[in-house]
């Protein structure tokens, strides 16, 4: 499993049994067998009838239509304001912006949109407005083996998985109209559900079999994949659910099922992640020498970061330390103006040999401002997962040495003068 020790929003190396390279993709571009499990790359797949929509005979029991929302609060309040968060240790440079320490593993990942982060502690999820400084409780356990998790915020609807094993549900909350319905539920854990996600017309989730979405108005549901789909991480647009897979950066359309991957690649492609407004996505892409040997959890040499761009649909190259400097890299974010993302630190081996060491080892954060190229790190910034958001710089760090333990998403100030930056172009 990849570890959390760093408090990555990534999923284990080999965890929740989500494995991408075992699947039958099909998709559009060139995408290789190694990806695929030895599928055919080429040919689009639209009309496959593994991704045509599945219409349930009966709903699943639990199953609701969209029904008023119970107010969580003493006094009435729909979304009441969680507890005021801790000073942490690296105070004044950082702040918590969820109130709690989020104590789930490292591989779920919080998830943001322009001005909001949700996420939160097993028994209650958080909704963080940055713009406002507040976090206020979308939801919580109503019983001591249960868990609010996975959550996702996309405009207006917010999504999570209600757990108690070995039973769960699906719940989307409409945040403006304060409803609620259960749009998925199971009995079972060979259909439990791993991750979930919203866009503005249909819910998501990835079970231990398949990826799903339902028409958040109807509740029709369709059956995206017919086999096992892992996502280390993933975002929604308006149209699309996008999946940083184990292997390579896929697309799926919740209408029509038509799954594609952005800038197809042979090469190993992670650590994915769309911008704030969701105009970009970036990962690390091992298709330039001598990175394509790489492997998601093993061996792995060099990696640079690519940006696209969901709307005019272009590819570009940030960072171009292969094929005579190969730098292992991990995390990568993005903005529009600016790129970060995440580096061994500078007294390390700058390109190690194993997957393993890559997201152990301590590391530093860079930034390249994509006008002027400036580009700089700090070996100060030892944290995971990060984002730009209006503007500012997020990220999940762990281990406070104050006591308060676990992993917190924080805002920091990059300009602070407790964290000198050294600036290479």
């Not at 676990?406 to 920091?412: A, L, N, Y």
């Amino acid at each position: 499993m990849r570890p959390a020790a760093h408090g990555w929003g990534a999923a284990g190396l080999a965890s929740i049994g989500l494995l991408a390279a075992a699947a039958t993709l099909r998709c559009s571009g060139d995408v290789d067998n190694h990806a695929t499990g030895g599928a055919s790359g080429s040919g689009g797949g639209a009309t496959d009838a593994a991704v045509e929509a599945e219409a349930d005979a009966a709903p699943d029991s639990g199953e609701t239509d969209w029904e008023p929302l119970e107010p969580l609060g003493e006094n009435g309040e729909y979304f009441p304001e969680g507890p005021a968060a801790p000073q942490l240790d690296c105070h004044p440079w950082c702040k918590a912006v969820i109130p709690v320490k989020i104590d789930h593993p490292g591989y779920f990942t919080y998830v943001f949109d322009e001005g909001r982060i949700v996420d939160g502690e097993i028994a209650t999820l958080y909704l963080a407005d940055l713009k406002a400084g507040t976090a206020r409780i979308v939801a919580k356990s109503t019983a001591p083996k249960q868990g609010v998790v996975h959550g996702h915020v996309h405009g207006r609807y917010l999504s999570y998985h209600r757990s108690e094993y070995p039973r769960g549900q699906v719940e989307i909350i409409d945040l403006v109209n304060h409803r609620k319905r259960v749009i998925h539920a199971y009995v079972s854990e060979d259909t439990r559900v791993i991750q979930t996600a919203v866009n503005a017309t249909h819910a998501f989730w990835v079970t231990s079999g398949a990826l799903w979405s339902a028409d958040l108005q109807t509740g029709a549901k369709r059956r995206i994949t017919p086999y096992i789909i892992g996502c280390d991480r993933h975002c929604t647009t308006d149209a699309l659910f996008i999946c940083s897979t184990t292997t390579q950066i896929v697309t799926a359309d919740p209408v029509t099922g038509v799954l594609e991957v952005l800038g197809p690649s042979k090469a190993l492609q992670t650590d994915g992640v769309c911008s704030a407004d969701k105009r970009f996505f970036t990962w690390v892409d091992f298709r330039d020498p001598p990175g394509p040997a790489s492997t998601y959890d093993g061996s792995r040499t060099g990696g640079e970061v690519y940006l696209y761009d969901l709307l005019s649909k272009d590819l570009k190259r940030i960072t171009h330390d292969s094929p005579d400097h190969p730098k292992a890299k991990t995390f990568p974010a993005a903005d529009g103006k600016t790129v970060v993302w995440r580096q061994m630190a500078s007294t390390l081996d700058q390109n190690p040999e194993e997957a393993w060491d890559i997201y152990t080892a301590p590391g530093a954060i860079w930034k390249r401002d994509l006008d002027t190229g400036k580009t700089c790190y700090s070996d100060a910034l030892d944290v995971g997962s990060p984002a730009l958001i209006g503007g500012k710089f997020y990220a999940k760090r762990v281990n406070d040495p104050n006591g308060t333990g676990g992993s917190w998403i924080i805002e920091v100030d990059l300009d602070h003068p407790a964290i000198p930056w050294t600036c290479t172009q």
